[in-house]
């Protein structure tokens, strides 16, 4: 591996690692209860030294907002290419699931802070989730061909406020049990 790789795999890395622990922060207290310094001390650098990787507080809750809804709708299509019919819409739903358990944090901060976003930020996240709700309604379409297009957009909707409610709700049971049940249950409401 070059010098210049190894580089930009430890910038990546540490991109990764100044988000999450960003989106922790936000999570717990929201973008106005959190400072440039907070990140840094859980990001374990100095406030300043994120100014390495982001222009500002703002710069990092718009990383995290569009990171998740472009691997959202860009994971999607991947999920989905090859596939049809209800192996699609259990692709779909399996994916969603994962990417519910796997970012409660990330989850949070959209349901509370969605609205600080800069308007340019705000635009290109929105235009994301249409995207990928518009996605869910095409698979549901290929099952339910018969179905108003607002019905299934609807369905889509409801599934995704179950699933993206599991970081809300403190649930105490393991994660295989959990992912069973989410899946099952996202399934029977799009059935």
């Known amino acids: 591996m070059s010098v210049s790789t190894s580089r930009s795999a430890a910038k990546a890395s540490r991109r990764a690692a100044l988000l999450a622990a960003a989106a922790c922060l936000f999570a717990e207290r929201g973008y106005a209860g ?24 703002q710069a990092i809750l718009a990383a995290i907002l ?9 994971g999607g299509l991947e999920v989905v290419s090859g596939a049809r019919g209800s192996d699609a819409v259990e692709s779909l739903v399996a994916f969603h699931v994962a990417f ?5 944090d990330v989850i949070r901060v959209q349901d509370r802070d969605l609205d600080q976003l800069a308007e340019g930020d705000l635009h290109v996240v929105r235009m994301l989730q249409r995207r990928y709700v518009e996605l869910w309604v095409d ?28 970081p809300h709700s403190g649930l105490s049971v393991d994660r295989a049990t959990l992912r069973a049940e989410l899946e099952r249950m996202a399934l029977s409401a799009l059935a």
């Open 139 to 166: 698979v549901l379409a290929e099952l339910h061909p018969d179905t108003d297009p607002a019905v299934l957009r609807t369905r889509a909707h409801a599934v995704f406020g179950l699933l993206n409610s599991t």
């Open 100 to 104: 519910a358990l796997d970012n409660a």
């Open 66 to 74: 569009l990171d998740a809804s472009s691997g959202l709708y860009s």
């Open 34 to 57: 959190t400072s440039i310094e907070d990140l840094g001390a859980q990001a374990g650098v100095s406030g300043p030294a994120l100014y390495k990787h982001f222009a500002g507080k």
